[in-house]
């Protein structure tokens, strides 16, 4: 058993770097249904249980650490590629859809609380409050508002494990329904987006060792800075200092995006480790209790996307949107940036910028749309 920090850190370390390793090297089809970030919850949870590690003073106290300071870490990088003048410049039919989602995703996320909270067990709200942040951004965004709105770590595992399988059906689905777009532009009176024009600016040059550490200590400064500052402002049954800190390193790290620092090579990999390695963390303070609620909370996932399918074409056929936009937008929320451009380009080359483009988008709004969802549900559940 272990019982100090630095064995520990090791495990959590080789954990986070075991499934995106075998993934690269071997590319399983598994991945598609499970991605390498959910098996490793699932392989350090099944850890922490068979009692590799004893969670005393000094690793809880770790623990602690970590998460408090590589959470606002990891949002500060993520926000460096995210070039708020390129979105703009999407121009306003591209805004509105992306808009529309949002819109139908807060409507369906309140709706299937509101269907299924009375059988969900405990604090119900939360693992799907901490989904709703991921479906607009990103699995970083879900773990913002895991942080913000003080779910427990053993919560963590519905809300990975509704995003994982029904983002694998709700993928299939998009790719699809692609041949229907003839069909569905008539119908809806729309315009193809095929034809959209939108350039992508990329860091220059390979990821190098002064890079990552350059990266890497800015990162820690943004979220030290974040942390001071958030205990030096205003609090509210909504807004914590975790909360604060939260915006404010997301915040620093829009500044950054937009200045010559944007263009240095080495944010998105060391924010891919980062990420891999706070969930590795996370879940070595969880177990498995409560996970008799899983197919509840698959429910509740399948439920949101159907609802949310139902009012998106509703908008589209309203405002007139056209079907690539519509899947792109959806995916750009649910899927996030890695999926998103291959969704593109199966529909149309010129739509892979749109679709990063409006997937970096959520990566900025997920933290604040999860936090605004979670509130809504802890009023209605007090209620």
Known sequence: MIHT?????AVMLLAAGLFPAVERRYGW?????????????????????????????????????????????LLFLLMINCDLRAIWALGPRVLAVFACTSVSLFVAFISAFLIYHRWLPGDTWQPLAALSGSWVGGTANMIAVKQAIGMSDGLLAMSLLTDALCY???VVVLFSVARLAPAFNRWTRAKSSGDIEVAVATPGGPTTPDSVLLWLGMALLAAALAGWLATRLPTSSMLSATTWTILLATGAGLVVAHTPLARYPGASTISGALLISVVAVLAS?????????????????????????????????????????????????IGGVAATPILAASYSKALVPVGILLALLGYILGTGFGIVVAHVMSVLAAG
Not at 5 to 9: D, F, G, K, N
Not at 34 to 45: E, F, G
Not at 309 to 324: I, S
């Open 285 to 333: 303070q969880s177990n498995f209790q409560g996970i008799a609620a899983a197919p509840l909370y698959l429910l509740c996932g399948v439920t949101i996307i159907a609802i949310h399918a139902v009012l998106l074409v509703g908008f589209a056929k309203l405002f007139r949107f056209d079907l690539f936009l519509c899947g792109i937008s959806s995916l750009a929320h």
């Open 29 to 73: 089809k598994l991945f598609s249904v499970l991605p390498p970030i959910v098996l490793t919850y699932l392989l350090v949870t099944a850890l922490a249980v068979s009692g590799l590690w004893q969670v005393n003073e000094e690793i809880h106290a770790a623990q602690s650490m970590l998460v408090a300071r590589l959470v606002p870490a």
């Open 5 to 9: 920090v630095w064995p520990y850190l």
């Open 168 to 170: 694998s059906m709700w």
